[in-house]
């Protein structure tokens, strides 16, 4: 079993939806939560990093977090064609960790016209 | 803030020459650079972590003699892929994290194509 389960998609909305993406996982040390996203051969670009349980707001975005349940989600709000890209869960246990991050599989989004 | 930069962006060499990838942080020092390289379609694989002046760190499987990593300063790694052969190609990608920081600010990639 993978440390962080995301499921790979696709997925495709129309424009204007709301966006649904999650992660779960099973080391209970993990305290910090990021979501990234990643346009086709470009980098990874943080959109939200969020530590321990509760939710997170930045414009469209929405990061949640519930730590009892080991499960991680972000939503995107009136999705637009621009937001379509590989969106990455990634998560670490801090402290010790040096900062070592373990990705989730990432989920291949298109928001259509 | 937190700009990560790559260069070269692509590269293309023929098989068995060496190539260098520089990963720089432009607007803060990194006291800790990581190396990932991604397969079409697949999620980012930690190659190796590395600080400031010390040695790097590398993942189980990954060869040390074969991808040398340099941390000269808090805003500079550089990635050798020595010997490079065509299973070498891939995308490779850096970050960087801030002091006591623990999340991670992605480079633009570099993409090796090995003939």
């Known amino acids: 079993q993978k440390e962080v389960e995301q499921d790979p998609g696709p997925l495709s909305v129309p424009e204007g939806a709301i966006v649904s993406l999650n992660c779960t996982y099973s080391n209970s040390a993990f305290q910090y939560f990021m979501w990234y996203r990643q346009y086709s051969r470009k980098g990874p670009e943080l959109l939200m990093y969020?530590?321990?349980?509760g939710n997170k707001e930045d414009g469209r975005f929405t990061a949640q977090v519930d730590k009892s349940s080991k499960y991680i989600s972000l939503f995107i709000r009136d999705s637009q064609p621009s937001d379509s890209a590989t969106y990455l869960c990634a998560m670490n246990a801090g402290g010790t960790s040096y900062g070592k991050l373990t990705f989730g599989q990432g989920t291949i989004l298109t928001v259509h016209p | 803030g937190a700009v990560v930069s790559q260069h070269p962006s692509r590269v293309i060499c023929k098989s068995g020459t060496s190539v260098k990838i520089e990963c720089r942080s432009l607007d803060f020092q990194a006291t800790t650079m990581f190396w990932y390289r991604q397969f079409p379609k697949q999620s980012l694989m930690l190659m190796a972590t590395s600080n400031e002046g010390s040695k790097a760190t590398y993942e189980q499987g990954v060869e040390k003699d074969k991808f040398l990593i340099n941390h000269a300063s808090l805003t500079l790694s550089t990635l050798t892929v020595t010997s490079a052969h065509p299973e070498d190609s891939s995308f490779y990608i850096c970050?960087?994290?801030?002091?006591?920081?623990?999340?991670?600010?992605f480079g633009p990639g570099t993409r090796l194509t090995v003939l």
């Open positions: 970050s960087a994290s801030r002091t006591g920081r623990d999340t991670q600010y």
């Open positions: 969020t530590y321990s349980s």
